[in-house]
């Protein structure tokens, strides 16, 4: 077996599921990058721009190498304000912050070891000084967790699935076939559940 270097293995890790999370933006209008899809509000463009807060501050500020745009808006008051754009925020201006942030992290990845401890000021003082692995561990987590969440709501806008154009990781069947599936699973689900 082949061996691999372990920060190789956890960043290549975090590049796709950065690489996922862009793709969901592709070839959507402004109103369904931006439409809230569920009730707490969850749209594809605010997870872009959460993710970008998250590796701006993750691999910044927590190491002592702060990310150099001025974040001072993130203390407005309003807990949510870095999951949604605002009308003066562009698509192009959101995805280009999650790219600078990413390479402001990726540089942070090579300038310090995984054992590297930093100082998670939003975490609970009990568990706020951990390693750098630990910190990227919690990031590819926290960014598979919400690509998961951009499959979802782009699965409703448009039915569009997977991890990027043409890599689809579902099987390929048809709008028939997909609609039999569906409704087999609710006859099952209403079976089991004694309402069918």
């Known amino acids: 077996m082949a061996r691999t270097d372990p920060k190789d293995d ?27 899809m569920t009730p707490t509000g969850t749209n594809l463009l605010g997870l872009v721009k959460h993710l970008a807060c998250c590796e701006a501050g993750y691999f910044g500020e927590t190491f002592g190498r702060p990310f150099p745009d001025d974040l001072s808006w993130l203390e407005n008051g309003d807990r949510q304000v870095d999951l949604w754009a605002t009308a003066d925020e562009s698509r192009e201006q959101i995805v280009d912050f999650y790219r600078r942030a990413w ?69 390929d069947q048809d709008a028939d076939q997909w609609r039999e599936y569906y409704d087999k699973l609710e006859r099952l689900a209403r079976q089991v559940a004694g309402t069918g």
């Open 103 to 171: 390479a402001h992290a990726d540089a942070t990845f090579d300038a310090l070891p995984l054992d590297a401890i930093g100082h998670v000021p939003w975490w609970p003082a009990d568990r706020n000084q951990t390693a750098l692995h630990r910190v990227l561990v919690h990031m590819i987590a926290e960014t598979e967790r919400h690509a998961g969440h951009a499959d979802i709501c782009r699965e409703y806008i448009d039915g569009a699935v997977g991890l990027g154009a043409g890599r689809t990781n579902v099987p």
């Open 10 to 36: 956890l960043r290549s890790y975090l590049q796709r599921a950065r690489d996922a999370i862009v793709w969901k933006l592709d070839g959507l209008s402004e109103y369904d990058a931006r439409r809230p």
